[in-house]
């Protein structure tokens, strides 16, 4: 097997952004995690629909027609991003939109009494929705959160599901702190209840290659602004599942056919296009590394091929940079690292507090040094706020790695952090 060794480089030319200073210091982006910078072939993708394809659908004129064949390519090359069918393939305005339109549809068949499962470790996103179905009789239970671990409680889980149980809404990367849920176990275990399985990968899908066949997962949702592409969400649903869902949308007749039927107004092509151009971004890095990997790429072929290699690059470049931060930053005196135990996977989002310090002040300070993270509760209110109870401390502050990042950069940071450190201390 081929050395494995990440051209940084040949990323990072791909991203005219990385060249910004601030206060005399190159930008180094750690926001990832609320969003991730954009390669050249994704604005120019979306540029080039908008200036020569630009048409709404249906129509018998050129445009129209160019428009509609983009989009059917669309939802082919995001199912190829997936591991789907291209009929299983859906898209709306955000991860969020689509949950709320899933959850709006299934309370349509739900009945008072039945239950609905989500858990603490989420995102809102993936927690709100499914919350509001108690309005309609909905019996709405969230599995915990181990503080101690920031793991999920399976225990707890598995004490919440029952034979009333019809969904089951779950988060596969924790945006707030990086823990990898194993969510094949919990499908499987809502599978043998007969409950609807949901998986919101919007924090795993830019870290780790995805495959729904494999993970037997009814629904999932992801956001392409999360993996290099401009701001829409997708949906991958079972076709068996599509089938009987009852949609909320213009036209919900029964006779609303998968995929559309997830659908509602306009499609917002070029978002849809800047999507296929990024899952374009990440296969190209994966032509680069296609013998690295080839024995865990199995029977996979073509475009689907280059996109695993291209996740298993990026995650196989992450996780070191991922660790290093993590070891260096907690040798400061006063760093609480906020993560899954060494042994338990995790994406290569690392969550901090310092003493009792507002996250925020830390933030603004890594700002000054151009050093970009996040901090706050990054929506996942429950853990952050209530589990962990950082809420009047200004939360987390939250280091996401990307392809585009380096080892400098990660210097840079765990120097300014150390800095910062020591000027608190004064
Ligand atoms: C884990 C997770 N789920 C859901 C969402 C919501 O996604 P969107 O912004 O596309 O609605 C986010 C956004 O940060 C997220 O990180």
């Given at each position: 097997m081929k050395e494995f060794v990440f051209d940084v480089?040949?990323?990072?030319?791909?991203?005219?952004?990385?060249?910004r200073s601030v206060n005399g210091n190159p930008a180094a982006f750690f926001d990832g995690p609320g969003g991730t910078q954009v390669p050249v072939n994704v604005v120019e993708k979306m540029t080039d629909y908008l200036i020569n394809h630009n048409a709404n659908q249906a129509g018998h004129f050129i445009t129209s027609v160019e428009s509609d064949a983009l989009f059917k390519t669309g939802r082919e090359v995001l199912a190829d991003f997936l591991g789907a069918d291209s009929?299983?393939?859906?898209?709306?305005?955000?991860?969020?939109?689509?949950?709320?339109?899933?959850?709006?549809?299934?309370?349509?068949?739900?009945?008072?009494?039945?239950?609905?499962?989500?858990?603490?470790?989420?995102h809102e996103g993936n927690r709100s929705p499914w919350r509001t179905l108690s309005d309609f009789g909905v019996v709405v239970?969230?599995?915990?959160?181990?503080?101690?671990?920031?793991?999920?409680?399976?225990?707890?889980y598995e004490d919440k599901l029952t034979d009333k149980t019809?969904?089951?809404?779950?988060?596969?990367?924790?945006?707030?702190?990086?823990?990898?849920?194993?969510?094949?176990?919990?499908?499987?275990?809502?599978?043998?209840?007969?409950?609807?399985?949901?998986?919101?990968?919007?924090?795993?899908?830019?870290?780790?290659?995805?495959?729904?066949?494999?993970?037997?997962?009814?629904?999932?949702?992801?956001?392409?602004?999360?993996?290099?592409?401009?701001?829409?969400?997708?949906?991958?649903?079972?076709?068996?599942?599509?089938?009987?869902?009852?949609?909320?949308r213009v036209y919900a007749d029964d006779n609303a056919t998968m995929p559309s039927k997830l659908e509602t107004g306009t499609p917002a092509f070029e978002n849809v296009l800047g999507?296929?151009?990024?899952?374009?971004?990440?296969?190209?890095?994966?032509?680069?590394?296609?013998?690295?990997?080839a024995e865990k790429l199995g029977n996979s072929t073509g475009r689907r091929r280059k996109i695993l290699a291209g996740m298993m690059a990026i995650a196989a470049y992450e996780k070191p940079l991922a660790d290093y931060i993590r070891a260096e930053l907690g040798k400061i005196d006063g760093i609480k690292l906020y993560m899954s135990p060494p042994d338990q996977p995790k994406t290569s989002?690392?969550?901090?507090?310092?003493?009792?310090?507002?996250?925020?002040?830390?933030?603004?300070?890594?700002?000054?040094?151009?050093?970009?993270?996040?901090?706050?509760?990054?929506y996942a209110l429950q853990i952050v706020n209530s589990v962990l109870k950082l809420g009047d401390r200004g939360g987390l502050v939250r280091v996401g790695l990307e392809p585009y990042n380096t080892r400098q950069e990660c210097d840079r940071l765990i120097e300014s952090v150390k800095e910062f450190a020591n000027t608190a201390k004064l």
């Open positions: 480089d040949y990323v990072r030319n791909q991203f005219p952004c990385l060249c009929d299983e393939i859906a898209f709306g305005a955000s991860s969020t939109s689509n949950l709320v339109r899933l959850a709006f549809g299934f309370a349509r068949s739900f009945k008072p009494g039945d239950e609905v499962i989500i858990t603490d470790i989420d239970k969230s599995v915990k959160v181990n503080p101690e671990t920031c793991m999920l409680d399976m225990e707890d019809k969904l089951v809404a779950v988060n596969w990367a924790a945006n707030a702190c990086g823990t990898i849920t194993d969510v094949a176990h919990i499908i499987k275990l809502a599978h043998d209840k007969g409950a609807i399985t949901v998986v919101d990968a919007v924090h795993y899908a830019p870290h780790y290659p995805i495959d729904v066949k494999e993970l037997d997962v009814d629904i999932l949702v992801c956001s392409a602004y999360k993996f290099f592409g401009p701001h829409l969400g997708i949906v991958y649903m079972k076709r068996s599942i599509g089938e009987k869902f009852k949609a909320v999507a296929v151009a990024a899952v374009e971004f990440l296969a190209d890095i994966g032509e680069k590394y296609l013998e690295c990997f989002t690392v969550s901090f507090t310092y003493r009792d310090i507002n996250s925020s002040d830390v933030a603004e300070y890594l700002a000054s040094k151009g050093i970009f993270v996040w901090y706050g509760d990054f």
